[in-house]
């Protein structure tokens, strides 16, 4: 997950940043923005407002220590190394290493991928999915997916982020979880089947990456609607045209934050310990007269 997510970020770099066509596609989804900015940034700021490093801070201390009361200190360890190499990684992603050459598409905005504050977003949900019992993360999982999701796309309302730097910092973030729960595997017995509580986080985990499924095949087709109109020669300046992008952009942050969220479900479940079953005294069908039980 790791390697996929980390490939997926510099693949999206590549597409979106370094071509002119991605460019062109990002430019009219910028736009696009501009459409019921007023009224959509009512609802956007509040969102935007509640991310701040004092508030990325607290969690983090909070999730450490809800760790250490579950006597979990390896877990402590994996929730720093998640959250501060997200936002660390973000920062000198965007500012050092990622540059964003001028093909004269007329941007008004400088290279912002990938986008900080769905990255501070997209770390908190997925870091409570790590430090809650397997049994509270399904209710989290979703919950997190609403609110990076909420804080990405504000952040394409306010027009301080494209589409791909929201898609790039959700992925950032599935990057460093797969680092942080490769940290946790570890030997163990493996039991044949999911104990209590697992069959929910399955149907979550499926639940999202259905969902992620269905929005990605939309954002695919409103990809596909643009690439064919610039494949035409035609700039993407209509209304239809921007709200197409834009919509387009939308629904791609909408799919990677279901997947990525999903396959952390997913991989968290396959790295946690399984109690495995162990049969004490006779059976109860055991009847009286009865030879001694088959060790073979």
């Known amino acids: 997950m790791a390697v996929v997510c980390a490939a997926a970020v510099v693949a999206v770099w590549w597409a979106f940043v370094t071509t002119r066509t991605g460019q062109l596609l990002e430019q009219a989804a910028f736009q696009g923005s501009e459409l019921g900015a007023s009224r959509l940034w009512l609802v956007a700021e509040p969102v935007l407002d509640v991310i701040s490093l004092p508030f990325v801070g607290l969690v983090l201390v909070s999730a450490m220590l809800l760790a ?9 360890v994996q929730v720093a190394v998640l959250m501060a190499g997200a936002n660390l990684s973000t920062q000198v992603l965007k500012h050092a290493v990622l540059d964003r050459p001028d093909l004269d598409v007329g941007d008004r905005l400088a290279n912002a991928l990938p986008s900080g504050h769905t990255t501070a977003a997209a ?4 870091a409570l999915l790590f430090v809650l019992p397997p049994r509270f993360r399904p209710v989290a999982a979703v919950v997190g997916v609403l609110y990076t999701g909420a804080t990405g796309m504000s952040t394409m309302v306010g027009q301080w982020h494209r589409p791909s730097d929201v898609v790039a910092a959700v992925l950032v973030v599935g990057a460093w979880a797969g680092v942080a729960a490769a940290l946790g595997v570890r030997a163990r017995p493996r039991s044949p089947r999911w104990g209590r509580g697992r069959w929910g986080v399955g149907a979550a985990a499926g639940l999202l990456l259905v969902a992620g499924v269905v929005a990605g095949t939309g954002a695919l087709l409103a990809l596909q609607r643009s690439l064919s109109h610039l494949g035409e020669g035609q700039q993407l300046a209509s209304r239809a045209d921007l709200i197409t992008a834009y919509g387009g952009g939308a629904l791609g942050v909408v799919t990677v934050t279901c997947v990525v969220v999903g396959l952390v479900l997913a991989v968290l479940d396959a790295a946690e310990p399984r109690r495995v079953a ?6 109860a069908t055991s009847t009286a007269g009865a030879g001694p039980p088959d060790r073979s």
Not at 278 to 283: E, L, N, V, Y
């Open 68 to 76: 250490a009361v579950r006597r979990r200190v390896l877990l402590a």
């Open 278 to 283: 162990t049969s004490r005294g006779p059976t």
């Open 123 to 126: 770390s908190v949900s997925v």
